[in-house]
């Protein structure tokens, strides 16, 4: 191995990036507004569901029911139907997501006593949207329970309802969100996007800068150079790997002064890893452009095997823990999954090295595997 | 038939076979790249069906539990956290373990239940059960957190209950408000469905900008535009080739993966009309496309071509509620999104496949995605012709 060598390529690299103005500040923008749009616009709570009632008693004790909904900050009313078919066209067009049908005679058959079912309509479109609206639904429903028991037992007991009321509801429950006590998503989508953008941009930039060599046949100089292939491929990809580093610290940067996200970890364990993490995506990058002929297919394969495993197997959208036995496998395939481990651990949990370090291994040994893979796909004779 | 006629006939024969004659040369110049073949392919199939497999609902999280009561009502409640929402793996001495088990990601939920627990409960006095949640990844904490509640409420009501002598048959003279919800259109909840189609839809987006754009940057890049430019060509009949073609190719992929995957694979009953569903995949392809040939014309080469298509690409998908509830967006946020084909396109086609709506219900959707639509290909049509006219 010729340092001199390798620095010249590297030098030659990073010229030819710089003369491209237009890539070359892409190459930092795309991660900021990304960063920029997705901190200000992912916002996962459900909230503000829209909703429609059909009212078929209208009673005092109906309208006080129906209002624990319209007034909840979950659900946003939007007025009352007059039949259930009305109720069907606005599900089908996704006007609301949900409607709630009270029985006639609900006022007279609680006063009298006995209980009755209320009808709920809910949108099963998407389907983890649909399951929090029904917990909603069963939450608002207990607590008008939890009254109307109260009242039913402090008249039958003969007592006031404030005595009563320990009876009713005897287990008070003391939540504690650790690491995130005030559920800011936007403290633990900031880190998540970190890992997000820096899979996704080093490969892409690795692929296009390689195949656009191949595919102008300037290649070939290197075939005929006297460059080895370690060399080539080391002086390739270190400006590459700057770039990508440099955009760590932009990142990193922006999550705690824009976004506030606290960090709490060893910066220095953290800086390493993620030394190590673009490296490997990189490395990504340097593996599909010696398989990809054009910058099209670079292009698609990229966006292929980065965007599937750093929305759905990254524990970005999906926790690792949810995933069933083979989606948990294929996550622990990708290297996504070790670093959204470290940049949560780094800035939400406060913990390092010690806890961490296996990840970072993880990577490390992705790293070569996909370096060595590399190393022995290219070839500086070209095929017959 | 008198000249001029024949003269015009002629004239447009020419128009469309060449027209003909262009959009055969890109679906040529598609197929001969063999690892692109490849890529739309699996795109279309396995991408869709491995998305398909993924579940967003809290899946067996991890609970460990420090019972300090170790009485029958403890018992009865740690019982009750069950999959699919929670495995329990079992019992901690102390609460030091907990944290620990916290910190690694081993645990997302740890239930303190305090000494004395059914002493209190059969006294009617109040207790408290204490629930640390992993919120670091807020989704999975709020889910967790939200489900645990409903778990200890609903085993506090029913104790409650029990106490009070109110079980089996004497619960028909209690007033209560019973719920009973009906789940429509995907009534198993079954996450496949829901994130199978949303997968799709971002395929269909992803290579309704991708390919025609490449298309166009890639004769810019070559320099074969030139040759393009010195035939008798116009402006239209060589950018109306481009997007013809990969509407093609697209909307065969989209048949490809609605009959195997998402009808043959996933059994997602097709309610709607196909029809129907094509036409407003072409009508969104054709706008995408537009917004394709925009990029085309303002990049140089390839690379820088598909950092922008990247940069346009990822606030559209992550905008248009394919991933995210739409109601649940900032305020001006929901209102940029009316400007996203996409929010159009993902409505109507949830729409028409899950729920069978018709033209009756999707007209003002078809509406807005068709004046959109226009606006976005003229655009980008009157930048190509523009650089090339």
């Not at chain 1, 651990?345 to 893979?373: C, Q």
């Not at chain 2, 197929?31 to 398909?52: E, P, Q, S």
């Not at chain 2, 009973?180 to 079954?190: D, F, L």
Request: net charge neutral; hydrophobic share 50%; charged share 15%.
């Amino acid at each position: 191995m010729n340092i001199n060598r390798v620095k010249i390529l590297a030098f030659k690299e990073w010229r030819e990036i710089l003369r491209d103005r237009l890539f070359f500040s892409l190459a930092f923008v795309a991660p900021i507004s990304m960063m920029l749009v997705f901190g200000y616009g992912i916002k996962m709570d459900v909230e503000n569901i829209p909703f429609a009632i059909l009212d078929q008693d209208r009673s005092a004790m109906s309208r006080d029911y129906l209002h624990l909904f319209i007034d909840s900050r979950y659900f946003d009313y939007q007025g009352d139907v007059a039949n259930e078919r009305e109720i069907d066209n606005l599900i089908a067009g996704s006007k609301i997501r949900f409607a709630i049908i009270v029985p006639p005679k609900f006022q007279q058959t609680l006063l009298s006593g006995r209980p009755i079912a209320v009808e709920s309509l809910i949108d099963g479109t998407f389907p983890s949207r649909a399951s929090i609206s029904k917990g909603y639904v069963a939450a608002i429903n207990n607590a008008f329970n939890t009254q109307l028991l109260t009242a039913y037992m402090s008249q039958k007991m003969g007592t006031t309802p404030e005595k009563v009321a320990g009876f009713v509801s005897p287990i008070k429950i003391q939540l504690r969100y650790l690491y995130n006590q005030e559920i800011k998503s936007i403290w633990s989508i900031a880190p998540l996007m970190m890992m997000f953008i820096l899979l996704m941009m080093p490969p892409l930039l690795t692929a296009l800068g390689v195949v656009r060599e191949k595919e102008n046949g300037s290649i070939y100089n290197i075939y005929s150079s006297t460059i080895t292939r370690g060399e080539f491929l080391i002086g390739k990809l270190f400006p590459y790997v700057v770039i990508s580093c440099i955009n760590v610290v932009i990142l990193w940067l922006m999550a705690i002064f824009i976004f506030g996200a606290p960090f709490k970890g060893d910066p220095v364990f953290f800086f390493i890893a993620s030394v190590i993490y673009v490296t490997c995506t990189t490395g990504i990058g340097l593996l599909v452009s010696l398989i990809a002929k054009t910058q099209v297919s670079a292009m698609m394969i990229t966006v292929l095997v980065t965007m599937v495993p750093a929305i759905l197997y990254s524990g970005l959208m999906v926790p690792i823990a949810s995933m069933d036995a083979a989606s948990k496998f294929e996550a622990h395939l990708f290297p996504a999954m070790y670093y959204t481990e470290i940049t949560l651990g780094g800035f939400l949990k406060g913990v390092g090295m010690d806890e961490l370090w296996t990840h970072a291994a993880a990577l490390l040994l992705y790293t070569l595997v996909l370096w060595l893979a590399s190393f022995s796909l290219f070839h500086k004779r070209v095929k017959a | 038939m008198s000249l001029m006629a024949r003269i015009i006939e002629g004239k447009r024969y020419h128009w469309w076979s060449r027209m003909a004659a262009m959009t055969g040369k890109e679906l040529l110049q598609l197929g001969r790249d063999t690892v692109l073949v490849c890529a739309v392919l699996y795109l279309f199939t396995l991408d869709v069906m491995m998305a398909g497999g993924v579940k967003m609902d809290l899946n067996q999280g991890a609970i460990v539990v420090h019972d300090a009561d170790h009485s029958m009502a403890s018992r009865e409640l740690i019982y009750r956290f069950q999959p699919p929402y929670f495995k329990m793996l079992g019992e901690i001495l102390n609460e030091k373990e907990g944290v620990r088990l916290l910190d690694h990601g081993e645990a997302l939920v740890v239930l303190d239940i305090p000494p004395k627990f059914q002493h209190d409960l059969l006294q009617g006095k109040p207790t408290a059960v204490q629930v640390q949640v992993d919120a670091s990844n807020t989704i999975l904490g709020t889910l967790a957190a939200s489900y645990s509640a409903q778990i200890i409420g609903q085993y506090g009501f029913d104790a409650a209950l029990q106490r009070m002598g109110l079980t089996g048959e004497s619960l028909e003279a209690v007033p209560m408000v019973d719920d009973r919800h009906r789940v429509w259109y995907n009534p198993n909840q079954k996450d496949a469905w829901f994130m199978s189609i949303s997968e799709l839809l971002t395929v269909i987006t992803v290579l309704a900008m991708l390919l025609p754009a490449a298309a166009a940057v890639r004769e810019k890049e070559r320099g074969t535009i030139e040759q393009l430019l010195v035939s008798p060509l116009t402006p239209i009949q060589i950018l109306l080739p481009k997007v013809i073609s990969m509407t093609l190719v697209i909307l065969i992929g989209t048949a490809l993966c609605v009959g195997l995957v998402l009808y043959g694979f996933f059994e997602i009953p097709i309610k709607g009309s196909l029809p129907l569903f094509f036409l407003v995949t072409a009508l969104y392809t054709f706008a995408m496309s537009g917004l394709g040939l925009f990029i085309s014309t303002i990049s140089r080469n390839l690379a820088q071509a598909a950092m922008l298509v990247m940069m346009i690409m990822m606030p559209i998908i992550l905008l248009s509620g394919a991933w995210t509830p739409p109601e649940a967006m900032p305020d001006g946020i929901r209102q940029a999104m009316y400007f996203s084909p996409l929010y159009y396109y993902i409505e109507m086609a949830y729409d028409i496949l899950l729920k069978g709506a018709g033209l009756a219900v999707l007209w003002d959707s078809l509406l807005s995605l068709s004046l959109l639509g226009s606006v976005v290909f003229i655009f980008g049509v009157w930048r190509f012709k523009r650089q090339f006219g």
